[in-house]
T-cell receptor
Framework: AQSVTQPDIHITVSEGASLELRCNYS??????LFWYVQSPGQGLQLLLKYFSGDTLVQGIKGFEAEFKRSQSSFNLRKPSVHWSDAAEYFC???????????????FGKGTHLIIQP | NAGVTQTPKFQVLKTGQSMTLQCAQDMNHEYMSWYRQDPGMGLRLIHY???????DQGEVPNGYNVSRSTTEDFPLRLLSAAPSQTSVYFC??????????????FGNGTRLTVT
């Protein structure tokens, strides 16, 4: 069965600084990987996804993520954070169903991002 | 376009009561699912459906029932609420259960408290 680990429960970053959120996955085959963001009181919004091909994927709101098979990682990055980026971030892996489909998505436990002024 | 709509937004139940959480999507999505979100646990899949008339269990199905009589609606039923079911519930849908360009769309959640 697949699993996702987000090692950092909380991360604090100054506004304008760069950001990297870590995600490690365990899955036997090529994974389908996702990053979602959740603002307080809201549902989850898809930031970006990786299915195949170029290992550096671009998402919305200036985020990008890099798939590294050798490290089983899919870290999320942003060169300069804004106060509006404060939220909960979830990494997820799909068991061969890109839509999350029949097997559902397995989510990490989330990283809470705090932005300091 | 409303997307995925969940009602109610908040609900308080007493132990043993029953209720139904509603979920509707207007995107003609084939796939729908229910997750629960608990502090420090991420999201866990309760039940899912790959089309009208078809449902299946996810990771944590006990205590919950679902049905999918139409493409649009996927209600989640708690038959006898327990304090362990206190959580935030999210409904999600995607166009296809298998298509590559078919990410999940989430509703805004229902916060349920069982006393």
């Amino acid at each position: 069965a697949q699993s996702v680990t987000q090692p950092d429960i909380h991360i604090t970053v100054s506004e304008g600084a760069s950001l990297e959120l870590r995600c490690n996955y365990s899955y036997g085959a090529t994974p389908y990987l996702f990053w979602y963001v959740q603002s307080p009181g809201q549902g989850l919004q898809l930031l970006l996804k990786y299915f195949s091909g170029d290992t550096l994927v671009q998402g919305i709101k200036g985020f990008e993520a890099e798939f590294k098979r050798s490290q089983s990682s899919f870290n999320l990055r942003k060169p300069s954070v804004h106060w509006s980026d404060a939220a909960e971030y979830f990494c997820a892996v799909g068991a061969g169903r890109p839509g999350g489909g029949a097997d559902g998505l397995t989510f990490g436990k989330g990283t809470h991002l705090i932005i300091q002024p | 376009n409303a997307g995925v709509t969940q009602t109610p937004k908040f609900q308080v139940l007493k132990t043993g009561q029953s209720m139904t959480l509603q979920c509707a999507q207007d995107m003609n999505h084939e796939y729908m699912s229910w997750y629960r979100q608990d502090p420090g646990m991420g999201l866990r899949l309760i039940h899912y459906s790959v089309g009208a008339g078809i449902t299946d269990q996810g990771e944590v199905p006990n205590g919950y029932n679902v049905s999918r009589s139409t493409t649009e609606d996927f209600p989640l039923r708690l038959l006898s609420a327990a304090p362990s079911q206190t959580s935030v519930y999210f409904c999600a849908s995607s166009y296809s259960a298998t298509g590559q360009n078919s990410p999940l769309h989430f509703g805004n959640g229902t916060r349920l408290t069982v006393t």
